[in-house]
Nanobody, 118 residues
Framework: QVQLVESGGGLVQAGGSLRLSCAAS????????LGWYRQAPGKQRELVAL???????NYGDSMKGRCSISRDNAKNTVYLQMNSLKPEDTAVYYC????????????WGQGTQVTVSS
């Protein structure tokens, strides 16, 4: 089973940038997706961005144009570069692993807090 550990969250001023990292370990299916989601207090968890093991990407509407997802398969790590951050980007950001072969279960990381001050 895959385990995920997020890092890189913190406090940043509006207009600033952060890069989140998610290190994955365990057994991979060879066809998978790693993604970033976020959940603000009182709101539903929403997609920020995801990337497949062959580099295909998809971005949610919430941060489209202000973030970039990338993946280093040699390090089994996915990154989320976030720019021009706004106070409404404040949320817990979660990493998610999905096995496209539908053999392994979906795995979520523990989350990392991002707080954007105005």
């Amino acid at each position: 089973q895959v385990q995920l550990v997020e890092s890189g969250g913190g406090l940043v001023q509006a207009g600033g940038s952060l890069r989140l990292s998610c290190a994955a370990s365990g057994t991979f299916s060879g066809r998978d997706v790693l993604g970033w989601y976020r959940q603000a207090p009182g709101k539903q968890r929403e997609l920020v961005a995801l990337i497949s093991n062959i580099g295909g990407t998809n971005y949610g509407d919430s941060m489209k144009g202000r973030c970039s997802i990338s993946r280093d398969n040699a390090k089994n790590t996915v990154y989320l570069q976030m720019n021009s951050l706004k106070p409404e980007d404040t949320a817990v950001y979660y990493c998610k692993y999905e096995d496209l072969r539908l053999v392994a279960p979906v795995v979520w990381g523990q989350g990392t807090q991002v707080t954007v001050s105005s």
